[in-house]
């Protein structure tokens, strides 16, 4: 599948040049010959024999890049200088800071945020614990865990280099709402002592996001930690998607005209996030659903499922799913198939198995960066397209839920994330795309939409504290 030039891939290369000649547009030309994008063309200093230019320019991969640089060297008179790559210089020394809320100007200001005067807000936190949210961080505090065995399109990178990962979701969580997060990257993955040092780091946070956490081992670090703590636990790769992808599929069935009851819904996937898509999709009252994995249709008369445990997720899924009983593969599940969700692997479906669905099909190829078939062929016969992708229209993208949902939680101070919760959230945010600007191309809003993170977040409120897990919200700035 073709790629265009992306920011992801972009580079800051600085050129010194003739002052007059055509050295500058042979720049521009070299670099649009070779597939690359020219987004920015600066003077930095100027002389009669000379010019220095700093040339912003986006390419589709790091050898992309490289061999633009490469190109741009065999131009007559144009010598190369720094080449500075814009992303990598965006993470130096971090995304992410501490600062105080609260300036330290003299002796005052050092005794009551530090000792003495500190002494009597300990105090009062261990006579009446439930202060801590009241008087600490912990109102407005997320712990972001991981211990790198699942990162992104990446894999088991470890906690190292996992760690730029957890900053940006932590800036992403200010940044939409507010949260103060912190990234937790554990050197182990030992179930046991994963579940022991989030237990232990608990009390300082209002809420516990864990990231890229390998499958099967999240489901059950998810369920020990939800059972242990009194604040709530939120796996993002499986509920955030989980929710994104219910909101996406209301609208789609919208302007296809379809109900969530009636289509018959096949599945790409049966790890993580599609069990909890899957899981997601029943309880909002899918009633067709079938599953498929690298060996095929999940169904219980399966060779490798007929003595599975009962409680393991892929027999979970053949006992709860596929009620007619399909077997075989993949793409001869998806004939007739009203929707395909694919979160799985490049290239598992093509142009004639999209065709052989259903009437105004609905697909959602997830996988990323490569989708389970190219949008733009899939475009060609399905009604509605949806990738996890940001170079095609209707993004799956977990930051539209994440923030809101917990903004609502730490508001609400729930103490646990339920499934009402969840399905409130999607509805919130698939309301959020109007009547009026509904369509197969839109049927998510934009991540910087202003009104999604306040619409999941009221949402997700409104519903903990429905369900009586919460005490009375906290008091905002003006009541306090």
Known sequence: ?????????????????????????QLTTVVESSGGSVTGLDVTASGHE????????????????????????????????????RTFLMHLGGKIEMSSKHPIRNRDDLSMIYTPGVARVCTQIAAHPEDARRLTIKRNSVAVVTDGSAVLGLGNIGPHAALPVMEGKAA???????????PLCLDTQDTDEIVAIVKAIAPGFAGINLEDISAPRCFEIEARLREALDIPVFHDDQHGTAIVVLAALHNALRVVDKRLGDVRVVMSGAGAAGTAILKLLLEAGVRHAVVADIHGVVHAGREDLVDAERDSPLRWIAD????????????????????????SAPDVLDAADVAAMADNAIVFALANPDPEIDPAIARQTAAVVATGRSDFPNQINNVLVFPGVFRGLLDAQSRTVSIDMMLAAARALAD????????????????????????????????AQHADTAPAPLPGPAEE
């Open 50 to 85: 000379k010019l220095r230019i700093d040339v912003t320019i986006a390419a589709t991969s790091t050898a992309h890049a490289d061999e633009i640089v490469q190109k741009l060297r065999t131009i007559e008179g144009v010598a190369l200088g720094k080449v500075s790559d």
């Open 432 to 463: 959020v795309v109007g009547e009026g600007e509904l369509n197969a191309n839109y049927i998510v809003p934009s991540v910087f939409n202003e009104r999604v993170s306040g619409a999941v977040a009221g949402a997700v409120r409104q519903a």
């Open 1 to 25: 599948m073709a790629t265009a030039p992306s920011v992801s891939y972009s580079m800051t290369v600085r050129l010194e040049v003739p002052a007059s000649g055509t050295a500058v547009s």
């Open 172 to 182: 992403l969580f200010k940044r939409f709402a507010g949260i103060d997060a912190w």
């Open 320 to 343: 709860n799913t596929n009620p007619e009983g399909v077997t075989g593969t993949l793409r001869e599940a998806v004939v007739g198939a009203d929707v395909f969700i694919g979160v």
